[in-house]
């Protein structure tokens, strides 16, 4: 018997690797093996709740170990019968991945609820003498986030909610009165109920909570940009959201609600934030949308995309946030994050009408991810 026969779809992975939803192909692998082992039982049909949870018990009996030495095998067999064929180092030594990944598919049938959490933290540091021949002045900056999600899915009724913390900060060699300044903090937490009107169209109602829990001085000032709930956002909305493939989703709010406080109007400008002078907080209504995209071409590469827009018909606010993770191996990754904004209500001190504003970061560091 061949490996074509007992495995078929490890074919079908080599070669659709470059394309294909690992995720599906996985199940699919699943329930394909599933139906050849009971192909001698005389139950005709089984649902794939049963597939599934028949499967998974033999594969919790399953070593890890022999399901690596299994796949080697065949790798070694598909080259040798389809040298055409390439088949992908990666599929041998994330063997335990995927079966890892089928396993919480297994679990995923049978609670609604999916769990999420990732940690990264980056470091540079760069040290210069002060006879340098170049001349240049020693830094470290360091970034570090932590992101969450729990969901409640079932056919009729999502519940989606994230909480995201990112803190960034480097030393400063000409601020005689700051050694380390804030480069990044961002406290946010969103959630969204769903409720399915028709398949991938949903009537939806939001929420999103933002804030800062550092302050931030501008250099040689104890004049703050920012600082602990300086600014506090607040965005709720009302709405449709579509979800026409995995991954991406479209919210149109027709009705949206956004208040912008500042908590410390001694120090911080609020003009900054599209205040009026003597102004603490300012409540909008307007309409909004939401864009969010998360695409994985490759287990090594995932990219997420939050698009945002809120206008009150007078002003309006655009906020793009790109944020690309380069997987190296299981601790290590690189990031790459593009944030552009423009808010028609925010004036900077010095300039005669709002700005594009710009920030970009590149990383490279610690990363783990809980599920």
Known sequence: MTAQQVYPDTFKLAEQNKTADIDLLLLNMVSAQSEQLHAHDTIDTLTVEEVMRLDSIAREMAEIDSLRELNAQLVLQTIAQTPHIEVEKSWIKDAEEDRNDVLRAI??????????????????????????????????????????????????????????????????????????????????????????????????????????LLPTYRSNSKELKSGPFSPVRFNAAVGIDWKPVKGLSLSVSPLSYK??????????????????????????IGSSVRLEYTWKPV???????????????????????????????????????????????????????????????LSIGFAHKFR
Request: proline letters at 2%; a neutral charge; one cysteine or more.
């Open 107 to 212: 679990r995923d049938l049978h609670s609604p609820w999916r769990r999420e959490a990732v940690i990264m933290l980056q470091v540079t540091q760069n040290y210069v003498t002060n006879n340098w021949y170049q001349g240049g002045s020693s830094s470290f900056a360091g970034l570090g986030t932590a992101k969450g999600q729990i969901s409640y899915i079932s056919d009729q009724f999502t519940w989606e909610n994230t909480g995201e913390w990112r803190i960034g900060g480097t030393t400063i060699a000409n601020d005689s009165l700051h050694k380390v300044n804030t480069t990044d903090d961002v406290f946010r937490v969103y959630t969204k109920a769903n409720l399915r009107i028709i398949p991938k169209l949903f009537a939806s109602v939001s929420g999103e909570l933002e804030t800062r």
């Open 259 to 284: 208040v912008v406080h500042i908590h410390d109007t001694a120090r911080v400008r609020v003009k900054d934030y599209g205040l009026k002078e003597g102004q603490q907080t300012q409540h909008n």
């Open 299 to 361: 287990r090594e590469v995932e990219l997420e995309m939050r698009f945002f827009t809120y206008t009150n018909y007078k002003d309006v606010e655009i906020d793009l946030e790109v944020n690309c993770d380069f997987i190296i191996n299981r601790f290590l990754s690189a990031r790459l994050q593009l944030h552009p904004r423009y808010d028609s209500s925010v004036i900077i001190k010095g300039d005669k009408h709002a700005k594009l504003q710009f920030r970009e970061l």
